[in-house]
């Protein structure tokens, strides 16, 4: 008789007790030993799962494509009630520099009166303020924009993980982005110049103002959206700094160092729009505007980056964290119900021998009754 020393059962049944730890949406934390309880841990899943091999573990965890897709949905309902929720929190502050910088171009108020005013008005009756068209402007855009940044990001991470597939979805998340967010913000721009401009304001918003809004739009964008992944990338990998606190610093100081250049390029469109310079030479009116960018360069890249810190730096990071909590519970929550459902079917498969060895029972009972039938 073959007797089986108690020490080697974990290693005949090829245990192992290595913990399988996967960050995708479709693969969970399994965990040898323990209770099936999923546990969010530093943003990831985990959870305990009684098993035998690691290629069981792996199996065991699998969430369905099925359920997969329905988280998709779940997440970009998420994106769109953070990126509404963080930008409404943010939007009161650009809209109070977004007026500053225009009545300055204008040359009607100065940075801090043009402020001062907004303050007081918004103070004095708040409700007033939020349902102003200047206020729901200003969130329409910021609003609509990190939407599309999130959903895009969500979409591109459920298509593919392969690295063309991720350079094209920065490519692709430039794009887009930028496109809502210069798209809104154009209309804002113009409403904003049309309300707070001078009364010797050009009749009609010039192209050449449109196009250095956009190129504004793009600086902007550019510097929050993809350009913070790749310096937070760099200061990561050449200065041992961790992923999380890489990232803080490159969402928050990319924005603002290019307000330096987006700035003077916004006062310049004002400038075209405010002052046509019809009866100047190019010459002339080219040294104009360039004494106008002289003049208030310090204080309209001061408003700028007052205004870009709670749009881009202090909205980024909420939303990069309050989109990855989102995350992080549907996806506990959806690994939990996999688990659940996994141990029902697991269940109802052992009881399928015991179910037909009793129909086999009372087949033999009843072929028994009927051989011998009651007299």
Known sequence: ??????????????????????????????????????????????????????????????????????????????????????????APFMTVVDKAIVQRAAGTHSILSSAGQSLQGMLRNPAAYVKSPMFLMMWGVYAATYTTANCIKTVCEHESNSVSSKDQAKAGL??????????????????????????????????????????????????????????????????????????RIAQFFCPVATQFLAGPVQLLGLDFYNRPLHDLSTYEATLERLRLLKTNFMSIVGARIARIAPAYGI??????????????????RAIRDAMIEKETSDKARRLVPLVVAQDEVERELRERDQSFPIR
């Open 174 to 247: 430039f794009v887009g982005t930028t496109a809502v967010n210069s798209g809104t913000t154009l209309l804002k721009d113009r409403a904003y110049a049309t309300m707070f401009g001078t009364s010797g304001a050009a009749v009609k918003v010039p192209m050449v103002t449109y196009g250095l809004w956009g190129m504004r739009d793009c600086m902007v964008i550019g510097s929050s959206f993809v350009l913070p992944d790749l310096v937070g990338s760099a200061l990561h990998e050449r200065n041992n700094m961790e992923k999380a606190q890489a990232d």
């Open 315 to 332: 909205g980024g990071i909420g939303n990069t964290y309050f989109r990855d909590s989102w995350r992080a519970m549907i996806l506990s």
């Open 1 to 90: 008789m073959h007797t089986t020393n108690p020490g080697d059962t974990d290693t005949s049944r090829g245990r192992d007790r290595s913990q399988i730890t996967a960050t995708s949406p479709t693969i969970a934390t399994a965990t040898v030993g323990g209770q099936q309880n999923p546990q969010i841990l530093g943003g990831k899943v985990r959870i305990s799962v009684p098993t035998t091999t690691r290629e069981d573990a792996t199996r065991t965890a699998e969430i369905p494509e099925s359920v997969n897709q329905v988280l998709l949905g779940e997440k970009i309902v998420g994106d769109v009630l953070v990126a509404c929720g963080v930008t409404l929190g943010v």
